[in-house]
Nanobody, 123 residues
């Protein structure tokens, strides 16, 4: 597994961004995938997770109904659609591949991590 996340940027509050995470080695199709984020001075926190086949998703409460995780297994890509962005969503966003096929909100369940992409939401 080799993950590359991109799609971050600067957006005004209320705007939208779509993050993508590509597995260039194409070996994560049977693994759950997740997005995490880390704001300056804060611990890394879970954002969203999707099961190996996309059938189950799981979100942290603060992003429910605003963020949507999806995956295209044929393209070895996971997406995070972020809508109604708020300044408190500002962080470096990381994608990760889990050890197993089911969703998880615990970073200890993930063993491969991408390099992160910066999302900045201005007020």
């Amino acid at each position: 597994v080799q993950l590359q996340a991109f799609g971050g940027g600067l957006v005004q509050a209320g705007g939208s961004l779509r993050l993508s995470c590509v597995d260039s080695k194409r070996t994560s199709s049977n693994n759950a995938m997740g997005w995490f984020r880390q704001a300056p001075g804060n611990e890394r926190e879970f954002v969203a997770s999707i099961s190996w086949n996309g059938g189950t998703t799981y979100y942290t409460d603060s992003v429910k109904e605003r963020f949507f995780i999806s995956r295209d297994r044929a393209k070895n890509t996971v997406y995070l659609e972020m809508n109604s962005l708020k300044p408190e969503d500002t962080a470096v966003y990381y994608c990760a591949a889990a050890r197993s096929s089911g969703v998880s909100g615990s970073d200890s369940d993930y063993n491969y991590w991408g390099q992160g992409t910066q999302v900045t939401v201005s007020s």
